[in-house]
């Protein structure tokens, strides 16, 4: 990953960091769902107060997942799903080496097995 695209391991560490909060995955959820909202909308859904969903917001944008623009003096969000998507891949990547290793482990169980009748 980090061969093909420098800075990738940094991007998909910032996502998954971003993630970890149940929060932001709920801000996420509500942005995906709404298509654009301010923080002060964002927070009547939320039981946290407008600053904290701000501050989320912020480390949800830091990597990559929503964007902030200016509409009059909101700032509304929407989610920016590149960086989900890029994460994704890289999952999907992992999970098909390991499925590779497994395979390859009952392989050779069953070949140690057949040659042990």
Same mark, same amino acid.
């Given at each position: 990953?980090?061969?093909?695209?420098?800075?990738?391991?940094?991007?998909?560490?910032?996502?998954?960091?971003?993630?970890?909060?149940?929060? &932001?995955?709920?801000?996420?959820?509500?942005?995906? @769902?709404?298509?654009? %909202? $301010? +923080?002060?909308?964002? #927070? !009547?859904?939320?039981?946290?107060?407008?600053?904290?969903?701000?501050?989320?917001?912020?480390?949800?944008?830091?990597?990559?997942?929503?964007?902030?623009?200016?509409?009059? &003096?909101?700032?509304?969000?929407?989610?920016?799903? @590149?960086?989900?998507? %890029? $994460? +994704?891949?890289?999952? #999907? !990547?992992?999970?098909?080496?390991?499925?590779?290793?497994?395979?390859?482990?009952?392989?050779?169980?069953?070949?140690?097995?057949?040659?042990?009748?």
């Amino acid at each position: 990953m980090t061969e093909e695209h420098p800075g990738a391991a940094e991007a998909v560490d910032s996502v998954l960091g971003a993630l970890a909060d149940p929060t &932001r995955r709920r801000l996420l959820d509500l942005l995906a @769902a709404q298509g654009e %909202a $301010t +923080a002060t909308s964002l #927070a !009547g859904q939320l039981p946290v107060s407008r600053q904290a969903v701000v501050k989320h917001l912020t480390v949800l944008d830091a990597a990559g997942l929503v964007s902030g623009g200016r509409v009059g &003096r909101e700032v509304r969000y929407s989610v920016r799903p @590149a960086a989900l998507n %890029a $994460t +994704a891949r890289w999952m #999907a !990547g992992l999970a098909a080496d390991w499925d590779s290793r497994l395979a390859n482990i009952k392989r050779v169980a069953e070949a140690a097995e057949r040659e042990s009748r």
